[in-house]
């Protein structure tokens, strides 16, 4: 047995560890804190922390990408691209959040550690190479949020959102588990990677002697820790396997209910009943907190989950497939994303809607990035999509947190009424991050917008050209995802039409707190920033996907008699690049 | 009709009877009994499995310290006898029960076909102490070691969470 | 010895998980609503465990543990929420939650 943790297995790990370290100096800092003492330096150590984290995330970004921690982690571009995502959203949460507590009477440390464990599960989830990784990481961030949903005690509604909020969660989460139970009884592992190739290239013909392809596999290094304690009898982990059709049902099961779970954590319709309630009941920081870091973390290890382990081309284009399912998903959470937040008359909760929408939109990057032959260089959209969204989305609930005082939390639309000319930074501000929503250029909405369908048109052009079917209802996908986009300019205008252009109803003074100034401007700066000069976060996003280790390309090839090896090593390579 | 087949009636029946119990039973007290009931009788099926040590651990800290828990707050809370829940079904119930059907459907033609395509039963040996402390807990602290160190992490989180959550003033 | 089929085991735990998410479904008691979380995640736990056995691999045992795991942390969590909810509104009861509705 090889050393139990290696140097490399730290460094790797580096951004996780940074997160927690800072989060039990925050607790031990609150500790000898006096009650009534400000705690708003600790918005800053915590920034601090993910600025650290950030940092080492960057410095590993010249690491080969590679498994880690015997086979249970990667090091590789998309997760630390991600992880920047998650320090960066975390990190604004941190500085918005301290005058918004103070005016609520909760200014504890405890709320800045829960946010830095919570990223620092994100952190793992997105880097996951193995299920049990991925189920930890997933608890690790959830129950970090399900205790800040809750946070102000003396709020009712926070109590009662962030108990619906935990027990859906904790459904959802059962649900997952069950999943990945099936799908480890089908494929008798939990590597994400070893299960993609376990799928694609025992289903693609029974003929494939499984034992040979195992060792071969194993070579790659991809499958070592899932061969596990196979070693006295050799072929049980793949007994069941290649043998055609017997598991398949149990496999469809087990990915169905995974691909519910994770689709229910994203909040698309129909699984978005929670997402309202848990968005606007809990206190505005930890709703910026749950609308941008996240739905960011659960789309980027949804990516990495399709991306390494269902992308065969029958789990995707197959009669039961995901990629009809994300299609209808997608366009149901445009519709009624887009619709219903017409009706708010809460600011929050318009927010929250118009978050089921960006979903949507990203949902039909992901319908796109799965279509036909499968091109997961299209998922790149997703990620940029994710940095453009966390910017708009973290600012505007920066903004509700800055104005909200002790007595009074502003959350309709007339409390917004005349703070334009009040206060000119504020306005601007809000107005960009709105506009970036709607997708107006030149913010970074519209970039990412643009993204999202040019990579549907790319695929559908792809499915044409290889005859695949359906391939308008992609374009159909598209336009509709533009006009639901049009409709959501109308509630996106109506807030800059409350900044500028109604009379103010009451008085609202803005907490004029330094950190959460520091935090939207931040924001507002990126949103324009990335708008006029995308270049740079385009390659990054590029370069997050096609460095992401142990994808699956969905090479689709029928093996007739015994699979040619030389040729299956070149085909893992190239997957695996 | 060999013995492990009488356990599994046995053991696999309890804990469907006291699931049920769980399910039904109006003053949730009797619900967490229920569950109590149940976790020995899974506890009972997994020793069945070679899962020595989860049967243990299913025992001591699913029956020993988290119903513990339960029972706890339900004293505290002190809210006995007074549930008056009418089982009305409204859309979302109905819908939910068909789901509910749909999946076990699902589940028990998939078990079928999983054992009819390939091997039926479990390989008759096992590897000496599949199952034991000794073996779980080395493949905890070699393969499994980043998981485990998660854990911790996750725990403190579940500390801290519960004191911010439930504590009566800051 | 004569050994059952892997499917009996697949079979009771798809009864218990639907078992539990029908109870977490149509319960309305919070607490109540919350065992139904254990109970489904207990099901879960006798696939792997069930699993782990067939394939003669470690994996679905250490899984096991670490369900074990969040389950207590779970737990902690979620009875803080429901003393706190109770202390808010006298009840524990999930339907009445129309506050939140506008």
């Known amino acids: ?577 | 009709m060999g013995a492990e087949t009488i356990f599994f009636f046995l053991f696999g029946g309890g804990a469907i009877l006291s699931t049920l119990g769980v399910l039904l039973s109006r003053n949730p007290i009797n619900s967490a009994i229920s569950l109590v009931v149940s976790f020995f009788f899974l506890a009972g099926i997994y020793a069945m499995l070679s899962a020595h040590l989860n049967a243990i651990m299913q025992i001591m800290v699913y029956a020993g310290a988290i119903m513990v828990l339960f029972v706890f707050v339900l004293m505290l809370l002190n809210f006995g006898d007074e549930e008056h829940e009418k089982p009305r079904l409204n859309p979302t119930q109905i819908i939910s029960l068909l789901v509910g059907a749909a999946l076990l459907i699902a589940m028990f033609s998939a078990a079928t076909a999983f054992v009819d395509g390939s091997r039926q039963v479990f390989h008759p040996s096992m590897p000496p102490g599949f199952g034991g402390v000794e073996a779980i807990g080395h493949a905890l602290l070699t393969s499994y070691v980043l998981p485990f160190e998660m854990a911790a992490v996750l725990l403190l989180v579940g500390i801290v969470g519960a004191v911010v959550v439930a504590k009566r003033r800051f | 010895m004569l050994s059952l089929p892997l499917s009996w085991y697949l079979m009771l735990s798809a009864t218990l998980f639907v078992m539990g998410a029908l109870g977490l479904l149509l319960r309305r008691n919070a607490i109540v609503a919350f065992m139904c979380v254990e109970v489904m995640l207990n099901a879960v736990n006798l696939t792997f465990i069930a699993f782990s056995k067939y394939h003669q691999d470690y994996t679905g045992q250490v899984f096991v543990f670490m369900v074990i795991a969040v389950a207590a942390a779970e737990a902690g969590i979620g009875l803080a929420m429901i003393v706190n909810m109770f202390r808010h509104k006298h009840s524990v009861q999930v339907d009445e939650a129309t506050l939140l509705r506008h």
């Open chain 1, 1 to 577: 047995m090889s050393s139990l943790i290696t140097p490399i297995d730290i460094a790797s790990t580096l951004p996780f560890i940074v997160l927690c370290l800072f989060g039990m100096v925050v607790l031990l800092l609150e500790v000898f804190q006096r009650q009534g003492q400000s705690r708003s330096y600790l918005a800053y150590v915590s920034a601090v922390g993910f600025a650290t984290a950030a940092f080492s995330a960057w410095l590993l970004m010249g690491v080969e990408g590679q498994l880690v921690f015997h086979d249970m982690n990667y090091i590789d571009g998309f997760s630390k691209v991600t992880a920047l995502l998650m320090c960066t959203a975390g990190a604004v949460t941190c500085l918005i959040a301290p005058r918004y507590l103070a005016e609520l009477n909760a200014d504890r440390g405890e709320f800045y550690a829960l946010i830095l464990f919570s990223a620092g599960g994100m952190i793992m989830m997105v880097s996951a190479a193995d299920f049990i990784v991925f189920f930890m990481a997933l608890e690790l961030m959830s129950i970090a949020v399900y205790a800040l949903a809750a946070y102000v005690r003396s709020s009712r509604v926070a109590a009662e959102a962030g108990f619906k909020y935990f027990l859906m969660g904790a459904f959802a989460s059962a649900i997952m588990l069950y999943g990945i139970a099936l799908v480890y009884g089908a494929t008798g592992t939990t590597n994400l990677a070893a299960i993609g190739q376990l799928l694609s290239y025992g289903a693609a013909s029974g003929s494939v002697d499984p034992a040979l392809l195992l060792s071969k596999v194993s070579e790659q290094g991809a499958l070592a820790g899932a061969a596990g304690y196979d070693t006295t009898t050799g072929d049980l982990l793949m007994l069941n396997y290649g043998s055609g059709t017997a598991n398949m049902p149990l496999l469809y099961l087990g990915i169905t209910l995974v691909i519910v779970s994770a689709v229910f954590k994203v909040g698309a319709v129909p699984f978005h009943m929670w997402l309202p309630d848990a968005y606007s009941g809990a206190p505005s920081p930890v709703g910026a907190f749950m609308a941008s870091a996240v739905k960011a973390a659960a789309f980027a290890s949804l990516l990495r989950l399709l991306a390494l382990a269902f992308f065969d081309y029958e789990l995707r284009m197959g009669p039961m497939g995901w990629v009809q399912v994300t299609f209808f998903l997608a366009l149901l959470s445009m519709a009624i994303g887009n619709l219903v937040a017409i009706a708010q008359t809460s600011v929050k909760r318009m927010l929250a809607y118009s978050s089921i929408a960006h979903t949507g939109y990203m949902l039909v990057a992901i319908t796109a990035m799965g279509y036909g032959v499968g091109d997961l260089d299209l998922g790149a959209s997703v990620v940029f999509y994710l940095f453009a969204y966390v910017f708009g989305t973290v600012g505007a609930f920066g903004i509700l947190a800055y104005l909200t005082r002790s007595r009074y939390y502003v959350e309709r639309f007339s409390d917004l009424n005349g703070l334009g000319y009040r206060y000119p930074a504020l306005g601007v501000a809000m107005t960009l991050f709105m506009l970036s929503s709607a997708g107006i250029p030149p913010t970074a909405g519209f970039i990412a917008k643009f993204q999202v369908f040019k990579a549907a048109v790319i695929a559908y052009g792809a499915g044409v050209e290889a005859g695949e079917p359906g391939a308008l209802l992609l374009l159909a996908l598209v336009v509709s995802g533009i006009l639901f986009s049009v409709v959501g300019v109308y509630y996106y205008l109506k807030v800059i039409v409350h900044l500028y252009m109604r009379d103010p109803v009451r008085e609202v003074t803005a907490s004029d707190s330094g950190p959460a100034r520091v935090g939207i401007s931040v924001c507002a700066i990126a949103t324009l920033v990335i708008g006029l000069f995308p270049g740079p976060l385009l390659n990054l996003s590029e370069q997050a996907m096609s460095q992401m280790e142990g994808r699956h390309d969905g090479v689709y090839v029928q093996y007739e008699d015994g699979a040619p090896i030389e040729d299956l090593q070149r085909l893992m390579r190239e997957g695996s690049r």
